[in-house]
């Protein structure tokens, strides 16, 4: 597996999609205007899927930050760049160098790299899955 699985792939663009239907509402101020209903009829997923997405992508770095309803603050464009896809990215790819990484407890990934464990249980997915 790599970081161009499909599995991988497609759960990523579906979340750098989320950041740019956000950056397209962007105001002179830096505030993203539009609704989570908007967003989910856009996107054409579900409303839960949207909240779901957004607490994904901060599980490292704060990507997306509501600041209220209908109003949020994107502090990165590109995902494989920036928090939780970039670090998720870096595992699979060490994993393809190490594939005893897949196999070693999810504390210990998380207490090595740094990161916070919920980020090795999405890596551990994918890799399950790809």
Not at 40 to 60: F, G
Not at 70 to 88: E, S
Not at 115 to 123: E, G, R, Y
Request: with cysteine.
């Amino acid at each position: 597996m790599n970081s161009k699985d499909p599995i991988f792939m497609h759960s990523y663009l579906l979340h750098q999609r989320l950041v740019d239907t956000l950056l397209e509402f962007k105001g002179e101020d830096g505030i993203c205007r539009v609704t989570q209903t908007e967003l989910s009829q856009l996107m054409d997923i579900s409303p839960s899927r949207i909240s779901q997405a957004i607490q994904q992508l901060n599980t490292e770095e704060c990507c997306i930050k509501r600041l209220g309803m209908g109003k949020y603050i994107v502090n990165y464009r590109d995902i494989l760049k920036n928090g939780t896809f970039a670090r998720i990215s870096d595992l699979i790819e060490e994993a393809c160098l190490h594939p005893e990484l897949s196999k070693t407890p999810d504390k210990e990934i998380a207490r090595t790299h740094g990161l916070n464990i919920k980020t090795v249980q999405m890596f551990k997915t994918y890799v399950r899955m790809g």
